[in-house]
């Protein structure tokens, strides 16, 4: 072996290691309530119906499932999208996000 490629190999192994721990530290404290939380707090009105909410966390449940880690209900995903169509969207997104909905 080379030491060019030895020193190679010892970089990446060096880089995984050291990228494992911070990934592993991050993720360790992180809290996915708090932002499910914020969200609840702060959306006074409801863009969607309960069966709309409903049907959208559904939807996210199939994208982000529970796991080891929570999914999108646990976390309240639904709130969230509501929060953003309401507050961000045109009135044509939302009347195309809404007839989304209806199929």
């Given at each position: 072996m080379k030491r060019r490629d030895a020193l190679r190999s010892a970089a990446v192994l060096m880089g995984a290691g050291l990228s494992a721990g911070t990934v592993s530290a991050i993720l360790s404290s992180c809290n996915p309530t708090a932002g499910a939380t914020a969200v609840s707090n702060n959306s006074n009105?409801?863009?969607?119906s309960d069966d709309q909410?409903?049907?959208v966390a559904e939807i996210a449940e199939r994208i982000l499932p529970a796991s080891d880690t929570p999914g999108a209900k646990?976390?309240?995903?639904?709130k969230f999208i509501d929060r953003q169509v309401a507050l961000n969207a045109s009135d044509e997104e939302k009347a195309m996000f809404l007839d989304g909905l209806s199929y």
């Open positions: 009105s409801s863009f969607l909410l409903n049907l646990d976390v309240e995903v639904q």
